[in-house]
């Protein structure tokens, strides 16, 4: 089984700064990661798919990068709306794995 | 638009089988690369995915709860069933189902049910 590690655990950013959450996988993926966001109560949403291919409607401010085991995903100027957990999931071996997320608060 | 909405009890002894069924809307599984997955959190944890189901009717089980997992789906109905044996409440968390996509390899879920959160307990 794949391990998806991610970090930090807990990222404090002020609103309008820039956020960089990483992801390391336990051996290659590939670019078959994706990445979701959640917040308290809700399900979570596709953010990016195939490593770096923004989901349908997802702002232009979150990108996301990197192949093979380590991956990033950026918002490059926080909005209130983003302080969420993030989580990301590899599919280039079963089974299917996600991080234990890291959560985005306000500084 | 696309929805699914999970339903199934709330709260299931030890011992039980749990049996949970995803209604969906605006997509049809029998369309080639689509699927349909479900994953699990526990409160206050992470994402746990448990099984998905192709439109070829292809399945695959997470290796560690492969034992208690089966899923079907009824393709005139648009409905996936999920059934967890011998449920403990280790197993207690909210189930979401959500529509897989797999194109050129790659695969994701989107969009997600709300989830329906099942309690273990006596």
Redesign the interface.
């Known amino acids: 089984e794949i391990v998806m590690t991610q970090s930090p655990a807990t990222l404090s950013v002020s609103p309008g700064e820039r956020a960089t959450l990483s992801c390391r996988a336990s051996q290659s993926v590939s670019s078959n990661l994706a990445w979701y966001q959640q917040k308290p109560g809700q399900a979570p949403r596709l953010l990016i798919y195939g490593a770096s291919t923004r989901a349908t409607g997802i702002p232009a401010r979150f990108s996301g990068s990197g192949s093979g085991t380590e991956f990033t995903l950026t918002i490059s100027s926080l909005q209130s709306e983003d302080f969420a957990v993030y989580y990301c999931q590899q599919y280039n071996n079963w089974p299917i794995t996600f991080g234990q997320g890291t959560r985005l608060e306000i500084k | 638009q696309i929805t699914l909405k999970e339903s199934g009890p709330t709260l299931v002894k030890p011992t039980q089988t749990l049996t949970l069924t995803c209604t969906f809307s605006g997509f049809s599984l029998s369309t080639s690369g689509v699927g349909v ?1 479900w ?1 699990r959190q526990p409160p206050g944890k ?4 448990l099984a ?1 189901i192709y439109w070829n009717d292809d399945k ?5 709860l492969k034992s208690r997992l089966t899923i079907t789906k009824d393709t005139s109905k648009n409905q996936v069933v999920l059934t967890m044996t011998n449920m403990d409440p280790v197993d207690t968390a909210t189930y ?1 189902c959500a529509r897989v996509l797999m194109v050129y ?11 329906t959160l099942v309690t273990v307990s006596s």
């Open positions: 997955g994953i992470a994402l746990e995915w998905l695959r089980y997470s290796p560690s979401y390899a790659i695969l994701w879920f989107d969009p997600w049910g709300q989830g």
